[in-house]
């Protein structure tokens, strides 16, 4: 077998091979076939239908213009993910020959509401006067800390879209103390900002905060966050759920998580129920010392 062939007596046989063009074309194809009937808006259904019959005609499946229609399709399959019809989607396919991707020139879109929120900026705001910021828990120098700023704007979106998503589930929470506990969290990692907090600083805050956002959509507030944050600086994550079990452990039957779980079970009517945490440690044993 040589360069992909295999010979069977006289005649060779080529292996099978994938066109990685036709691979994506039957998965745009999918996706169109799945978001486009469910497009909210019927004004939108109106252009896309004529785009993905225009797309599917037989000369672009040529092998000259299945790289522009594959394009087309990725640019039309995201449109749909975002449940509407974006840019040049929003008219007509030409009767001709469609332009080069490169040469359409998209039109402005609006920012999201996440963009535009403003919770980031009150809770700066909302600072105490004598308040300084958190240690660097990364550099020992604080020349180093100010030249690392290589992913600052991304860390910040994310940050600012975390912020959005979590607003409303932390609105939710019934504890008046927890939910006081949430929001002293939040505002401490709002002050991780700036041109003055490095992008690794900004990348621990985003973990606790991907973090915090799984437990608040959870309507709790345990793990690192069941005490009050520290202001003198953000240690990395790992490091302070650890400190966190290793303080409260979930099988100790007089920490804050036995409470939490008694606290939301049923009382029985008549008797009483027995509750056995139990954990991998060995506390006592009956074997013989050696």
Not at 14 to 37: H, I, K, W
Not at 63 to 70: A, D, G, T
Not at 127 to 151: A, G, N, R, V
Not at 267 to 285: N, R
Request: charged share 25%; aromatic share 10%; net charge negative.
């Amino acid at each position: 077998m040589e360069g992909g062939e295999a010979t069977y007596g006289e005649a060779p046989i080529r292996a099978p091979t994938t066109d990685p063009l036709n691979t994506e074309f039957v998965y745009y194809s999918a996706v169109l076939r799945m978001f486009g009937p469910t497009l909210t808006k019927e004004g939108d259904r109106r252009y896309i239908i004529p785009w993905i019959r225009k797309l599917f005609r037989p000369e672009y499946h040529s092998s000259q213009l299945r790289e522009k229609r594959n394009k087309y399709l990725a640019y039309l399959t995201t449109s749909l993910l975002l449940d509407e019809a974006v840019d040049t989607f929003r008219r007509f396919p030409p009767d001709g020959p469609l332009p080069d991707l490169q040469s359409v020139r998209p039109g402005p879109v609006a920012a999201a509401q996440w963009e535009t929120d403003n919770m980031w900026q009150d809770s700066l705001q909302n600072l105490p006067d004598d308040f300084s910021l958190l240690d660097c828990y990364i550099h020992d120098e604080p020349e180093m800390c100010k030249k690392d700023h290589q992913f600052d704007k991304i860390l910040d979106q994310e940050f600012q879209l975390y912020l959005y998503l979590i607003k409303p589930y932390a609105a939710m929470i019934s504890s008046g103390t927890e939910r006081t506990r949430v929001a002293a969290w939040l505002q401490m990692l709002c002050s991780v900002h700036g041109n003055e907090c490095c992008s690794r600083m900004k990348a621990i805050r985003n973990d606790y905060m991907m973090a915090l956002l799984g437990y608040v959509h959870d309507l709790r507030a345990v793990g690192p966050f069941a005490e009050n944050p520290s202001w003198q600086t953000l240690k990395p994550l790992a490091e302070a759920a650890k400190l966190a079990v290793e303080n409260c452990a979930i099988t100790d039957p007089t920490g804050c998580y036995a409470n939490e779980f008694l606290a939301n079970q049923p009382m029985p009517d008549d008797g009483a129920f027995c509750y056995i945490a139990i954990t991998g440690d060995l506390v006592t044993s009956n074997l013989p010392q050696t």
